[in-house]
């Protein structure tokens, strides 16, 4: 009899206030937020000390300072999250190469293979976070079950820095007792009409059917999230793939609004993609932004440059000029920028030919600065020089 799969679900706790936590040891035990600056900020992280005074993620700075005035508010450092992220993605895909990456601090892993070499699925979850946290300073909560959304609720349940498992065929009696607004694609307004209905748990909406709640939902949300609520999850893990982009992309812990909220996002995410281009020594013409709004629906707008890229400052502004063929009027809960249409830059520049139109100007200059900035994280870590774009409060 075939044994069932065994996902893990794994979470950096606080990434972004952990990292400033690790990295300047006085601002342990404090509450640390980071937040855009300016009067339309918005929060991009609060660590758990924060959090005790009502600040949670994409909350406006304004109101997190009214909350919490003796809090520690710093501009978010995307290259060093990213590095750091890279990182710990490395422990993770030691114990198998099925590892789906849904934003810098969290992924899931399938280790039904990799019971052979490691043991069952809680040691292997065991094991990483203990690699993990030896190896950066930073703690990770995991959930264990058999399929991805099961074990995505068990990581948020224990944490901070917690382990959660869900026993093999033991979905649906772990899911039945939780509230209806746990599972995925329920949001306010779906509680609210499940509610009407008087499905307040889980375990109700696997009782009630499909055909109850269509009438409120729809009858392709109603089949879904009825499978759902009774343990069935067929989706698999998806890999990173051998690239035919390079890309970065968030999931944001509460949906943000409007382009003050969203461009320092799209900043991080050009950088860490001009610095993985010039590791992979690749440049390339195709600039394409991703954004998922709140109720799923997805946008792709895409440029083609008119000479290969490398530059985060280059990346940034196509993508942000892209986001402005976006409806911003609704709430966006992920972002993305990914390069392609490669080019080898060394091989691109040995094909420029006679007539070959001259660089833009200062382009050399940037090159010379990214190299620079390059052998300097190289040497002393993604932290230590940063682009300014990036450090700017909203």
């Not at 890309?247 to 993609?273: H, I, S």
């Amino acid at each position: 009899m075939e044994r069932a799969r065994a996902i893990l679900h794994l979470d950096l706790d606080a990434f972004y206030a952990s990292v400033e936590q690790l990295d300047d040891p006085a601002l342990r035990g404090r509450p640390v937020i980071v937040a855009g600056a300016s009067n339309r900020g918005v929060v991009c992280a609060a660590s758990y000390e924060a959090r005790r005074f009502g600040v949670r993620s994409a909350m406006p700075t304004v109101r997190a300072r009214q909350l919490c005035p003796a809090g520690v508010f710093l501009p978010p450092r995307f290259d060093r999250y990213g590095a750091l992220s890279d990182q710990v993605f490395g422990v993770y895909r030691r114990v198998t190469p099925l590892v789906e990456p849904l934003s810098l601090d969290e992924a899931f892993l399938d280790v039904t293979a990799s019971r052979a070499l490691f043991g069952e699925a809680e040691e292997i979850a065991r094991r990483l976070r203990r690699e993990v946290k030896a190896e950066t300073g930073l703690t990770v909560s995991a959930g264990v079950a058999d399929v991805k959304f099961a074990a995505k609720i068990a990581s948020d349940l224990g944490k901070p820095d917690g382990l959660t498992v869900v026993p093999p065929g033991g979905t649906a009696a772990f899911l039945a007792p939780l509230p209806v607004g746990r599972l995925w694609g329920v949001g306010q307004v779906t509680e609210a009409a499940l509610t009407r209905l008087r499905i307040a748990t889980i375990g109700d909406l696997a009782r009630a059917g499909a055909a109850r709640i269509e009438p409120a939902v729809g009858a392709s949300s109603a089949a879904w999230l009825v499978a759902l609520a009774r343990g069935e999850d067929p989706r698999e893990v998806v890999p990173d793939e051998a690239a035919k982009s390079v890309g970065a992309e968030e999931t944001f812990e509460e949906d943000l609004l409007g382009d003050e909220a969203l461009l320092p996002w799209l900043r991080g995410q050009a950088e860490r993609v001009a610095r993985r281009l010039r590791a992979a020594g690749l440049a390339g013409r195709v600039v394409t932004l991703k954004v998922k709004h709140a109720d799923f629906s997805l946008v792709t707008r895409r440029v083609t440059l008119p000479a290969p890229q490398d530059d985060g400052h280059a990346i940034y502004e196509a993508a942000a000029a892209q986001l402005a063929r976006v409806d911003l009027s609704r709430r966006v809960r992920l972002t993305g920028i990914s390069v392609s249409g490669f080019e080898a830059e060394d091989g691109a520049r040995q094909q420029l030919g006679l007539f070959a139109p001259a660089a833009p100007p200062g382009q050399e200059k940037r090159s010379r600065l990214n190299a620079a900035l390059d052998r300097l994280a190289d040497k002393y870590g993604d932290g230590a020089v940063v682009p300014a774009s990036t450090r700017r409060g909203r």
